[in-house]
T-cell receptor
Framework: KAGVTQTPRYLIKTRGQQVTLSCSPI?????VSWYQQTPGQGLQFLFE???????NKGNFPGRFSGRQFSNSRSEMNVSTLELGDSALYLC????????????FGSGTRLTVV | KQEVTQIPAALSVPEGENLVLNCSFT??????LQWFRQDPGKGLTSLLL?????REQTSGRLNASLDKSSGRSTLYIAASQPGDSATYLC????????????FGSGTQLTVLS
């Protein structure tokens, strides 16, 4: 059974650019969540999608956005990159959120220079 | 607002020791609690998921307990091995409509050979 796949694994971007990260959930999972992990703030929730609709959103600026496609694959976009956006971005999939637990991908390491 | 605390932040033990990692949370209205393992620079690997109605879960040398009323969970690792060295994170999933995990800051475990 394939796990959660995130691409790319590593990215280096320049301040002011934008970036798109991709996440393919486990087959049959309809909920996809995104988290940002930094040494200073730990793991913080970005947003969660279910059946192409954003159901929950964390406390991040509008530069962070996402979407989910009909096949449950999800993308997140960060516009006007700042140095502080450098982080490990993790995607998690679930049948339908909390009661079923979450499976995480290996993450995308974003470095903004 | 849910807050999750993990103590200790770091732990170093000789190989073969049994050990306990602690997790506490402030809001007992949870669906479940999940323990994860994270190796440096990698994603999260789910270890155990405890539903709010359960008291404990076991997988191999791992045993996790949950006391929802007191807001505490423990992860017990028996006969530790150097391969157990990693950061261990606990996360709670709230009951209700929110679909997001709140993470503790983790316990960095080193098992010395």
């Amino acid at each position: 059974k394939a796990g959660v796949t995130q691409t790319p694994r590593y990215l280096i971007k320049t301040r002011g650019q934008q970036v798109t990260l991709s996440c393919s959930p486990i087959s049959g999972h309809r909920s996809v969540s995104w988290y940002q992990q930094t040494p200073g703030q730990g793991l913080q929730f970005l947003f969660e999608y279910f059946s192409e609709t954003q159901r929950n959103k964390g406390n991040f600026p509008g530069r962070f956005s996402g979407r989910q496609f009909s096949n449950s694959r999800s993308e997140m976009n960060v516009s006007t990159l700042e140095l502080g956006d450098s982080a490990l971005y993790l995607c998690a999939s679930s049948l339908d959120g909390g009661p079923y637990g979450y499976t995480f991908g290996s993450g995308t390491r974003l470095t903004v220079v | 607002k849910q807050e999750v605390t993990q103590i200790p932040a770091a732990l170093s033990v000789p190989e073969g020791e049994n050990l306990v990692l602690n997790c506490s949370f402030t809001d007992s209205a949870i669906y479940n609690l999940q323990w994860f393992r994270q190796d440096p620079g990698k994603g999260l690997t789910s270890l155990l998921l405890i539903q709010s109605s359960q008291r404990e879960q076991t997988s191999g040398r791992l045993n996790a307990s949950l006391d929802k009323s007191s807001g505490r969970s423990t992860l017990y690792i028996a006969a530790s091995q150097p391969g157990d060295s990693a950061t261990y994170l606990c996360a709670v999933s709230p009951s209700g409509s929110a679909r997001q995990l709140t993470f503790g800051s983790g316990t960095q475990l080193t098992v010395l050979s």
